[in-house]
């Protein structure tokens, strides 16, 4: 198969503002490497899309007036989409965005950023990252859930409390070795570790699983 078929990036664009909804489809249309698959602005067009067509990545308004993000999840999990999600928003509450993440999508990308920073967040998200506004993270990470846990053994050593805050921030393995001084192979080893330790085997879901029962004794 052609490299270019093979590592083309199928899109769904799911946003009830019809003029944004078009001219991200435009602008991204022109992005190397990405195909714009659809765009709609309804839940159930959406998820007859999904049945229709094979779609990597869904970018995906919270606010879809008939209902929000949490309703397309939860509907497109039940009919089987494996994809990415990435919500697309003019904002939302951290709480909404940490349950958002923990519901299992890989990202929320801020409208008013740039087009060019949405076409390096699919990237990201395709390579398994998370794209997370960093005032949003940091805020959710210093929010209190559930009972109180200080009197139980801390669960990551301290090499791996460094690497997670490095991931958190979205950087590559090469620029966590970078930052807290250490070689590249042995970031991924820690990285290996927090796999193992949590039971996942991707970056997205680390940092799911680190938000929903570890961030209140990080």
Do not use: Y
Not at 112 to 130: C, E, F, T
Not at 142 to 163: A, H, I, K, L, S
């Amino acid at each position: 198969m052609p490299e270019t078929a093979a590592s083309t990036v199928r899109l769904l664009l799911l946003d009830d503002h019809t003029l944004f909804r078009e001219s991200a489809s435009r602008l991204l249309a022109a992005e190397p490497g990405f195909a714009v698959a659809a765009h709609c602005g309804t839940i159930g067009e959406a998820l007859q899309i999904l049945r229709r067509k094979a779609i990597d990545v869904v970018l995906l308004d919270f606010d879809l007036g008939e209902g929000d993000g949490r309703q397309f999840l939860r509907l497109a999990k039940e009919q089987g989409f494996q994809g990415k999600v990435l919500v697309v928003t003019a904002g939302v509450d951290v709480g909404v965005a940490a349950d958002l993440i923990r519901s299992g999508i890989s990202g929320v990308f801020l409208k008013h950023d740039s087009a060019a920073l949405l076409a390096q967040a699919i990237r990201d998200v395709m390579a398994g990252k998370v794209w997370l506004d960093q005032e949003q993270l940091q805020t959710a990470l210093r929010t209190e859930v559930g009972t109180p846990q200080d009197n139980r053994t801390r669960p990551f050593t301290e090499r791996e409390q460094q690497v997670l805050s490095c991931v958190f921030e979205g950087l590559a393995n090469k620029e966590i070795a970078a930052r807290i001084g250490v070689s590249e192979s042995s970031v991924k080893a820690t990285l290996q570790q927090l796999f193992s330790k949590t039971g996942v085997r991707t970056r997205s879901q680390l940092v799911r699983i680190v938000l929903e029962q570890h961030r209140d004794r990080l």
